[in-house]
């Protein structure tokens, strides 16, 4: 079994920061692309910003500039720098990564966390 865990959500006042982490345990032979989705009231989840293995990254043009993406692979981690939030960002964010499991590969969701920005 494979479990996402998330941590690092909370309240914080526009133009502040918050790093969020997301922990991959159980049964692993590798993990692929890791990120990190939100989902907004009303609003379709979206991508905000991917990971390779290999360290190449993806953010999503409305966090360019102000939020990082990284990982450990040794911790099976990624983490989300969150610098100069808008209340815009106030959302539910999730970790999404690619699980490979013996022979099988497959997306595992966290069970997200909220992230609020307050004007």
């Known amino acids: 079994q494979v479990q996402l865990v998330e941590s690092g959500g909370g309240l914080v006042q526009a133009g502040g920061s918050l790093r969020l982490s997301c922990t991959v345990s159980g049964i692993i032979s590798r993990i692929n692309d890791m990120g990190w989705y939100r989902q907004a009231p009303g609003k379709q989840r979206e991508l905000v910003a991917v990971?390779?293995?290999?360290?190449?990254?993806n953010l999503a043009d409305s966090v360019k500039g102000r939020f990082t993406i990284s990982r450990d692979n040794a911790k099976n981690t990624v983490y989300l720098q969150m610098n100069s939030l808008k209340p815009e960002d106030t959302a539910l964010y999730y970790c999404n990564a690619q699980v490979a499991r013996f022979i099988s590969l497959n997306d595992y969701w966290g069970r997200g966390t909220q992230v609020t920005v307050s004007s």
């Open positions: 990971i390779t293995p290999g360290l190449s990254t």
